[in-house]
């Protein structure tokens, strides 16, 4: 941080205004006190349904300041796009998805003009996204088609894993069809350069799992490690110092679990999250790879069953935002 002439300024969006993000943003910026500068985007009078303390009124559209536990400073963008009539916490509606979209917007905004150096998503709800019109699966789908990024790649982590996903939130069975060489190899070359660029580890060690069991037994099981996996490993070999693979799933992680790799990449959503989730659930944190921007995310969703009642745990938002300011100093300082 000292190698900055500023502190870094965290965006953080509250997400599905129906479901916890008001509640861990409350519980989570008082206990990080000085670690940066925040910016939180969202709607100030569905935020204040969740909270005891009140924002200093300011005009509509504008900052506020001085909210918080032990008058924790910070500003909030107030867009004021929540439906008040019969509005509640726990609800899965169009009009909800449709305002958690708007704080990503004006979040983009805010990092196109400089105004925020990094991102903190809060959970939104995909059905409640796609009821409003947004066909996408998620953050990372939304985020690559607004700034037009090729090729994005979904890190999942913990204090006991990084976890880099090939294929992200599709159907099990079309898995081994979105399988192929180029998307292999661009998901394993930028999570390289991201563990050296945000992470500064000079020569990442990565280990790839296979998509079948055994990783195929030398192709009795699949085809798929001779065909694709093997080919991208060799060509990829000359460029990274340390790369294994394929090898079966549960050797791969129980290894990368006694820290001979620094990062195991996974062919699915869940053979990255059941350990991830088994081992550390507190922990976890989502960072997407290969955006113009540092982004992060806490490691659950809009918990509606536990919205409004101040029960959720913001500890996976405070690793979020831990992360997100570390990756942008070390990007920055680089």
Known sequence: MSKLKHKIKVGITMGDPSGIGPTIIAKAIPRIKGLAEFVVIGDR?????????????????????????????????????????N???????????????????????????????????CPISKEAINLAGFKFSGHTEYFQKR???????????????????????????SVSGALNKDRLYKNIYVTYRVLKDFFLMESPRIVVCGLNPHASDNGIIGKEENQIVK??????RSMIGYIDGPLSADVAIAKAKQKKYDCV??????????????LDNSSGVNITLGLPFVRTAPLHGTAFDIAGTNRANPNSLIEAIKLAVECCVNSLSR
């Open 147 to 173: 700034t037009k990024t090729k090729h994005t790649v979904m890190m999942l982590l913990n204090k006991e894993f990084k976890f880099s996903l090939v294929t992200r939130h599709i159907p099990l069975k």
């Open 87 to 121: 509005f509640a916490f726990g609800r899965i509606k169009a009009e909800y998805g449709k305002a958690s979209m708007g704080y990503l917007d004006r979040a983009l905004e805010l990092i196109k003009n400089k105004q925020i150096d990094c991102l903190v998503t």
């Open 231 to 236: 080919p991208v490993l060799d060509r990829l």
């Open 265 to 278: 990449i996974a062919m699915y959503h869940d053979q990255a999250l059941i350990p991830l989730k088994l």
């Open 45 to 85: 009078w569905v935020f204040e349904k969740n909270q005891k303390s009140k924002i200093s009124a300011t005009k509509r559209g504008g900052f506020a300041k001085n909210f918080g536990k032990k008058n924790q400073k910070f500003k909030f963008i107030d867009l004021h796009n929540v439906p008040r009539k």
